[in-house]
């Protein structure tokens, strides 16, 4: 073989596999430079929507994801109605730009259709306070009690539960239930489920999860935040726990507060979630003003993803969401069972 040959084989593996070894330094960099400048001025927005198209694919986004990401999705939604919109599209790929738990609750309901994650490890920290083994004792030791599961949690958990619910429709979830003389246990979030109790004025057993975002902000941030805007109306996410929903004017899922704040008279609000959720607000109502109720409302998981992810997963399909069918089959009919009941 050739010398410069064998010597080209020798450097691959390394940043200069491209390259001969003789290719010249100065040329080489400023190739380099000409590569990493091209790529960073990608019109990522112009190749989703193209790439879109071409598979024929939508992009769903959760309000807690990036400004940009919500600006390019076709659907952009709370749990419940990116629940539905999975269901309902008759795309062949649907990108899912939020945690984990929601693309697999989309390929759940959706299972031929290619549901993709753009990040892989965007994860949802209330997802990981119950866990399979201790749901399945707890079934054990109470036979009789229907299992009613928040949307934030895995397919597993999903499959060992009667129903499945979400902030926007978790009361009237709960309230059927009993309604019926059941014995319920809620699971996983302790917040949702306390708010419930105080609410419908009926005890029920609770999990002891939460989400760490809402369940650790500080109700004295938010009472300083009053102090600062005093009319601004306080609006909460019902995974707070019980001493901010008490000084809220308003409690509701997502979908729920940005509702509010449109048809309000108030022209100043206090937000108390996650703080993706305050740009849909703002661009809806560009009148009003919006106040982060806390600093620490910024859920790490969801801001993990970036256009080049969503660009990088819908051109090379990667990051498929699969779930095995078994239990796909137990965790759709907890599902189908939220939908039922959130239409009566
Ligand atoms: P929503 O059901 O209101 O969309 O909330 C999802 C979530 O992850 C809240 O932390
Ligand atoms: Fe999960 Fe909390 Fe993030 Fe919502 S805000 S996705 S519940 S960790």
Known sequence: MHND???????ANTITQYFPISFHNKRKKRYFAKTFNSMAEMDYKAEIARLKQEKHAVVLAHYYQNDDIQDIADYLGDSLKLSQTALQTDAEIIVFCGVHFMAETAKILSPHKKVLLPVMNAGCRMADTITKADLQAYKAEHPD??????????????????????STNGLKIINYYLEQGEKILYTPDQNLGKYAMRLLGKEFEVWNGCCPIHHFA????????KELHPNALVISHPECQL????????VGSTAELLSFVGKSDATEFIVC?????LHPMKKQNPDKQFYLGCPSFVCHDM??????????????????IFVD????????????????ITKL
């Open 5 to 11: 040959v064998i010597q080209n084989i020798l450097v």
């Open 145 to 166: 009690t229907k299992i009613i599961t928040y949307v934030n949690t895995t397919a597993e958990i999903k499959a060992l539960s009667d129903c499945i619910c979400t």
């Open 218 to 225: 500080q109700a004295s941030k938010v009472l300083k935040q």
């Open 243 to 250: 001493d901010i929903l008490e000084l809220s004017d308003f």
């Open 273 to 277: 979630t996650e703080k993706g959720v």
């Open 303 to 320: 801001k993990l993803t970036s256009l080049e992810d969503v660009y990088n997963c819908l051109s090379n399909e990667t990051n498929e």
């Open 325 to 340: 069918e078994s239990v796909r089959k137990n965790a759709v009919k907890a599902l189908d069972k939220m939908l039922e």
